[in-house]
């Protein structure tokens, strides 16, 4: 089935640093790709939609300047937590849609200190 | 995207069967069911989907009320590694909104 790969699982930054986060679609393409926040205890809130060649849709009050996303292939996209603090200490998950179902990435815990 | 309802949490011993129930009223007519569940530290996973038909496969069946403003994920013999939380969201466009879920704890 779809597998899609995410580094690092785990990443701990000091505070002002910028720290990048790769998902890779392993035997399949995707065009787009979806980048998720998760704090402890909460759900999985959107963050962007990653587009294959194109500029990324950020949801509203997701500041685009701080989450760099680029989707620079049909198998790989990266987000980039910029001047990171440790408010931005959280669970990042990315995911690839397929035609029935997502497939999502294992998981990034980024730690700010 | 339309709103779905799931219980907080729910227990279940182990072996025995689970239905996780999920309401959704305001579903639209082309909204697909999708259930997905997510063990701790790890992505979500998907388990089934549906849009008008009961459906099954080997993690699980989905029952979907005829009026189709209910459904049901049944977990035919619930184990310990089926705990988790589990997200019942509806699918009509590209994205997957995620409510909160119901966490699933498995009693040995």
């Known amino acids: 089935g779809a597998v899609v790969s995410q580094h690092p699982s785990r990443v701990i930054c000091k505070s002002g640093t910028s720290v990048k986060i790769e998902c890779r679609s392993l035997?399949?393409?995707?065009?787009?790709m979806f980048w998720y926040r998760q704090f402890p205890k909460q759900s999985l809130m959107l963050m962007a939609t990653s587009n294959e060649g194109s500029k990324a849709t950020y949801e509203q009050g997701v500041e685009k300047d701080k989450f760099l996303i680029n989707h620079a292939s049909l198998t790989l996209s990266t987000l980039t937590v910029t001047s990171a603090h440790p408010e931005d200490s959280s669970f990042y998950i990315c995911?690839?849609?397929?035609?029935?179902?997502?497939?999502f990435g294992s998981g990034t815990r980024l730690t700010v200190v | 995207d339309a709103k779905t309802t799931q219980p907080n949490s729910m227990e279940s011993n182990e072996e025995e069967p689970v239905h996780l129930p999920c309401n959704h009223s305001?579903?639209?007519?082309?909204?697909?069911i999708h259930w997905y569940r997510q063990l701790p530290s790890q992505g979500p996973e998907y388990v089934i989907h549906?849009?008008?038909s009961n459906v099954n496969n080997r993690m699980a069946s989905l029952a979907i009320a005829e009026d189709r403003k209910s459904s049901t994920l049944i977990l035919h013999r619930a184990t310990l590694r089926d705990a988790a939380v589990y997200y019942c969201?509806?699918?009509?466009?590209?994205?997957?909104?995620f409510g909160a879920g119901t966490i699933l704890r498995v009693k040995s």
């Open positions: 995911s690839a849609p397929g035609p029935f179902r997502d497939t």
């Open positions: 035997d399949f393409q995707a065009t787009t």
């Open positions: 969201i509806l699918r009509g466009g590209n994205k997957l909104v």
């Open positions: 305001t579903i639209s007519g082309t909204d697909y």
């Open positions: 549906g849009l008008t």
